[in-house]
C-alpha cells in the first residue's frame, strides 16, 4: 500500500514537471518569434516552479507585442 502511494506522488511529480516545463517551453517559443530571448530572461522562466506563475507569463507572452512589453506585465 505504501509502496503504491509513493508510485502514485511520484508520478503526480512527473505530470507536475512535466507541465512546467512545457509551458516555460512554450513561453520562450512565444518570446523566440518577438525577438533574441537573453540569457537572464530564458535562465528566470526556466527556474520558474509555480504553475499558476507560469501560466500568466504564458497569456502575457501571448498577447506581448515584444519582449520589453512581456517583461512589463510580468
Not at 16 to 26: C, H, S
Amino acid at each position: 500500500m505504501i509502496f503504491e502511494e509513493m508510485l502514485r506522488d511520484e508520478r503526480a511529480e512527473g505530470r507536475a514537471e512535466g507541465r512546467i516545463e512545457g509551458i516555460a517551453g512554450g513561453i520562450l517559443d512565444l518570446l523566440g518569434d518577438l525577438g533574441n530571448v537573453s540569457d537572464e530572461v530564458c535562465d528566470r522562466i526556466r527556474n520558474e516552479k509555480n504553475l499558476d506563475t507560469l501560466t500568466d507569463w504564458l497569456k502575457a507572452a501571448a498577447k506581448a507585442g515584444s519582449i520589453e512589453d512581456f517583461l512589463n506585465q510580468i
